[in-house]
């Protein structure tokens, strides 16, 4: 399912639009996908990477997105903080985004280290959309040293699950200010909230 950030906009949006262009997901965030996204995440399956790719890449416009980037273009994962990568042993959206790379053979440059977590956060899932936003605030930063070779490029940006979208957005306004000029965001899973 494609769920489209652009025009036209609501008023809260109009007012200060979101830091996506646009945002893709593959299933609703229910029963049984919710069941296998945890089983993905907590239980060290990261095989199940190329199931949840091919299925996200079924989203309509999905393959379009994919077409629009090119060689100097970014596909970039949804950083842990290092203490939730010692805890987890993996990083979900990086497989996940490494997983879509192989089965589109896209132009775009994958990359783990572009876009990175400053500081470590409380698990979303424990808190609600306001407490989120403000969770996440400051969490992101680009590479300090690597900022100019996002400048005037597109990035797509991957994670497993959007439910208040804080993380996505928070994540995409810091590619924003660094000169990132289309940001899509493509997600497994996606709850009606978000």
């Not at 980037?69 to 959206?93: K, M, T, V, Y």
């Not at 990175?116 to 424990?126: F, W, Y």
């Not at 990132?180 to 899973?189: K, L, P, S």
Request: hydrophobic share 45%; aromatic share 8%; charged share 20%.
């Amino acid at each position: 399912m494609g769920l489209r950030t652009g025009p036209p906009l609501c008023g809260a949006c109009a007012v200060e639009p979101p830091p996506l262009d646009r945002a893709f997901a593959g299933v609703d965030y229910a029963y049984p996908w919710s069941t296998l996204v945890a089983g993905y995440k907590f239980g060290e399956r990261h095989g199940w990477a190329g199931f949840f790719a091919g299925l996200l890449l079924q989203s309509p416009d999905l393959a379009q997105v994919f077409g629009e980037l090119g060689p100097e273009d970014w596909l970039l994962p949804i950083p842990l903080s290092a203490q939730r990568l010692r805890e987890r042993g993996f990083n979900q959206a990086w497989e996940l985004c490494a997983a879509l790379a192989r089965q589109t053979r896209t132009a775009a440059r994958p990359d783990a280290r572009l876009l990175l977590r400053v500081r470590h956060t409380r698990p979303q899932s424990q808190l609600k959309r306001q407490q989120r936003l403000a969770n996440v605030s400051g969490a992101f930063q680009v590479d300090p040293l690597r900022a100019a070779e996002l400048r005037g490029r597109r990035v797509l940006l991957v994670d497993d699950v959007m439910t208040s979208g804080a993380s996505l957005y928070t994540a995409a306004q810091a590619l924003r200010d660094a000169g990132a000029t289309h940001i899509t965001a493509a997600v497994f899973a996606r709850t009606a909230a978000a």
